[in-house]
């Protein structure tokens, strides 16, 4: 029986988040046939961001964006009458994204992983846990029953970075006072070259157009580096494999992510 690729839904916090942390992975699944998607914890529907974040997945393949609508722990008018993501009733997140996992019914997860994937930011980090969450209620029949039918994805796949991956982002990161919260190389199921997708993966980056701009985000200090430069840093895509029920398809590759 041939083997069909995986279906693929990223969790992320914020719009840009998708794009440097799995953009890779999201362009080689959609353009392999997979169903892709994101969905995005912080902004709303109408602000630039949204509309960058639209730009971007159109790039990646991945669909309209699927906005949770809290707003960012650092930009409380990305989500005007809303609570930031961080404070909203856990119970209540976790619903929401149930609502889009159900409806998506994805083969595999992709989130940020327990650190919020190398600086550490409180979205990514809560984002990580909601995600969790959210990834085993969705299969549970008695929890949240007006998010939909039940659907429980094979995989939860967590994007980091192994300490002997972090070469020269760590000297960029550093250099805008940011720390680097990287894991033990043997926490790393999963390393995907994706450099043939590299040019996709960089113009749905820079599709986030007010980001670039800005001097200390990551898409800002990645457009003012040379082009052999930013290609070695975004080449590679790490993730964590957590199971979460047995899924069908190819054994020796039972996330999508490797190869």
Excluded: N
């Excluded at 994101?38 to 960058?52: I, Y």
């Excluded at 309209?64 to 809290?70: A, F, G, K, N």
């Excluded at 997860?109 to 995600?131: A, E, I, N």
């Excluded at 995907?192 to 157009?209: E, F, N, T």
């Amino acid at each position: 029986m041939r083997w069909s690729p995986p279906s693929l839904l990223g969790v992320f916090a914020h719009p840009d988040d998708e794009s440097l942390l799995a953009g890779g992975v999201l362009a080689r699944h959609a353009a392999s046939g997979a169903r892709t998607a994101v969905v995005t914890a912080t902004w709303t529907p109408g602000s630039h961001r949204a509309g960058e974040l639209a730009d971007a997945l159109h790039v990646l393949g991945a669909g309209e964006p699927r906005l949770l609508e809290y707003a960012d722990a650092r930009v409380p008018e990305s989500a005007p009458g809303r609570p930031r993501f961080i404070d909203a009733p856990l119970d209540e997140a976790v619903a929401r994204l149930v609502r889009h996992v159900r409806a998506f019914r994805p083969d595999v997860v992709v989130t940020h992983d327990d650190y919020g994937q190398l600086t550490g930011h409180p979205d990514h980090v809560h984002t990580h846990r909601v995600t969790l969450l959210a990834v085993h209620a969705a299969g549970l029949e008695h929890l949240h029953p007006e998010a939909g039918e039940p659907w429980q994805p094979g995989s939860l796949c967590l994007a980091t970075h192994p300490h002997s991956g972090v070469g020269e982002l760590g000297g960029l990161l550093a250099g805008v006072g940011k720390t680097v919260r990287s894991v033990p190389d043997e926490r790393v199921t999963a390393t995907v070259d994706v450099r043939p997708w590299l040019d996709r993966k960089w113009a749905a980056i820079a599709a986030h157009r007010s980001e670039v701009e800005r001097r200390r985000s990551l898409p800002g200090i990645l457009s003012r580096l040379p082009a052999d430069a930013r290609g070695r840093i975004l080449a590679t895509e790490w993730f964590t494999r957590l199971a979460v029920r047995p899924m069908p398809g190819d054994p020796a590759d039972p996330g999508g992510l490797t190869g």
